[in-house]
């Protein structure tokens, strides 16, 4: 396998009786990437989460790690030491403080003396649960508990982190908070992969995404290839006048492909397949033609919307 691998997968399926849940799945992910699984629910996403962390047997297929063959049994300890996995509602013994809930993994991991100590507070720090390092789990918040299970899942220094919906139901601020700390891991070096519903979250932090549907991957790119390929550009623009002139002379222009008027204003929001010196030109041309603009905004469509494109041509 490439060196420069962190995760390849060779045909790699999981059926459950006669349910396929992982179809075929063809995966690369590059060392020190931030790699994004989205899909709808039953799409296949934490099954092949589940093979990747070896606590799923694939049916068929095979998973490489750093060059290495990837097995489910007693083999590659070693590397097995070098991964991370947080599972979607990891269960919390909330009986337990927040340090000796860390302290009692770290101890499974071999850390030892000083070594155990410097990397709770090392990893508590990052978490930014420091100065709950006395309270009983059971009194933490959402957001808390879910840092907590993050800092359980570093608490041995992971190269590979794997991260099943992490921010399912938390808040806006908690989100925030939990991708500052999945930036520093990224900037550290750390390879991970990661699910989410939340596709502006996505969006933010990784560096690549997979697409799965019905349990194939139907993409996996780069985000910039993926928006360079699938992602349309936009222009909202707002006239003084009336509206309707604006969109008859958006029509002469053989690079807007179609354009809908946004409900209860002056504002039109049109697909254009141009450069940024033909969406230039298009504005020269609409204020040569008397069009009073008011606004005039380039965008590109957002990764929810290449999507839901992706799943829409799916159906059909």
């Not at 070693?78 to 009692?104: A, C, I, S």
């Not at 800092?151 to 992971?158: S, T, Y």
């Not at 989100?175 to 519903?197: K, N, Y």
Request: glycine share 6%; proline share 3%; hydrophobic share 40%.
């Amino acid at each position: 396998m490439p060196a420069e691998l962190a995760i390849c997968t060779k045909g790699l399926t999981k059926q459950f009786d006669r349910h396929i849940a992982v179809n075929d799945v063809d995966l690369e992910v590059n060392i020190g990437e931030v790699y994004g699984l989205i899909g709808p629910n039953g799409a296949g996403k934490t099954t092949l989460l589940r093979m990747l962390a070896a606590a799923e047997e694939p049916t068929i297929g095979e998973i490489y790690i750093n060059g290495e063959r990837w097995r489910c049994d007693r083999s590659n300890r070693t590397l097995k030491r070098n991964l991370g996995y947080l599972p979607d509602d990891y269960p919390l013994y909330e009986d337990l403080t927040v340090w000796d809930y860390l302290d009692y993994f770290a101890r499974l991991y071999g850390l030892r003396g000083k070594e155990r100590h410097r990397r709770l507070y090392e990893v508590l720090e990052l978490v930014q649960l420091i100065n709950k390092s006395n309270s009983l789990i059971a009194t933490l918040s959402r957001g808390m508990k879910q840092r907590l299970g993050l800092a359980r899942a570093i608490i041995h220094e992971p190269i590979l982190l794997l991260l099943d919906e992490p921010v399912s139901g938390l808040d806006p601020i908690a989100r925030m908070q939990f991708r500052d700390i999945i930036t520093a891991l990224r900037e550290a070096g750390m390879t991970i992969v990661i699910s989410s519903h939340i596709l502006s979250d996505l969006a933010e932090l990784c560096t690549s995404v997979g697409i799965m549907e019905l349990g194939y991957l139907v993409e996996s790119a780069s985000l910039q290839e993926l928006y360079r390929r699938l992602s349309r550009q936009q222009i909202v623009l707002t006239t003084l006048g009336d509206v309707k002139f604006m969109a008859m002379e958006l029509k002469k222009s053989p690079l807007v492909e179609n354009w809908e008027t946004i409900p209860g204003t002056n504002s039109v929001r049109a697909f254009f397949s141009g450069t940024e010196t033909d969406s230039a030109e298009l504005l020269r041309s609409l204020v040569m033609a008397g069009i009073p603009i008011a606004e005039f905004h380039c965008t590109r469509e957002s990764l929810e919307s290449i999507f839901l494109n992706l799943g829409h041509q799916q159906a059909s």
